[in-house]
């Protein structure tokens, strides 16, 4: 069975104090790994999608890196309005071919206090 | 990416009754999706919304319980219908850009179910 894992389930930094979040999955076959933010009370806002294995996409602060397991959100000198819950999904290949199902984690609740 | 809106953005509604979600997009998609998010748990697809033909539904998720239409490629609607306080939920359409296989989530709709 397709699966999801992300870890931790919330974590709390200082402005300024990198960390990474982590996002294990088991899937058939990997069609494509999905991060997303969402903020309270508003649907997830698109981050990156990975492919393959050794990927890596950027985008400000944000840094999300994929291997044949896990796939890692950094985060660099994270500031308050990084605080959002972040998703981790994967898209997978099955014996009928692509499928565009998003198998979501249950995410990680990021707090950065000032 | 895609500018979707979703009417209404919340509501609180009788056991028994039902409520139809209606999600626009501002350019033709192929693909959308319906998906639920329950508190404190990630999201799940509902069903994939099909333009001129019925939507495919996910295992747990049946028609007479959550009909959708997709009369045209930027509208659909998600019926929940006969309603249990076990309905509350957040329903969330998305769209799927191609080439990457993106999808792009709306605001949502937040349901509560007395």
Redesign the interface.
């Known amino acids: 069975e397709d699966q999801v894992t992300q870890s931790p389930e919330a974590l709390r930094l200082q402005e300024g104090e990198s960390s990474s979040l982590n996002c294990s999955y088991t899937v058939s076959g990997l069609r494509g790994l999905f991060w997303y933010r969402q903020d309270p009370g508003k649907g997830p806002e698109f981050l990156f999608t990975l492919y393959s294995a050794g990927e890596e996409k950027e985008k400000e602060r944000l840094k999300a890196t994929l291997t044949k397991k896990e796939s890692f959100l950094h985060i660099t000198a994270p500031k308050p309005e990084d605080s959002a819950t972040y998703l981790c999904a994967v898209q997978a290949w099955n014996y009928g071919g692509a499928t565009n199902k998003l198998i979501f984690g249950t995410g990680t609740l990021l707090a950065v206090q000032p | 990416?895609a500018v979707?809106s979703q009417k209404p953005s919340r509501d609180i509604c009788q056991r028994g009754t039902s409520l139809t979600i209606q999600c626009q997009v501002d350019s033709q998609v192929t693909?959308m999706?319906w998906?639920r998010q329950q508190p404190?748990?990630?999201?799940?697809?509902i069903a994939?919304a099909n333009q001129g033909s019925e939507a495919t539904y996910?295992s747990g998720f049946v028609i007479d319980k959550f009909p959708i239409s997709r009369p045209n490629l930027t509208f659909s609607t998600l019926t929940v219908s006969n309603m249990s306080p076990e309905d509350s939920s957040i329903y969330?359409c998305?769209v799927?850009r191609a080439p990457?296989?993106?999808?792009?989530?709306?605001?949502?709709t937040?349901l509560t179910v007395t």
């Open positions: 990416s979707i693909m999706f998906y404190g748990q990630s999201l799940t697809l994939t996910e969330l998305s799927l990457n296989y993106e999808q792009y989530f709306g605001p949502g937040r």
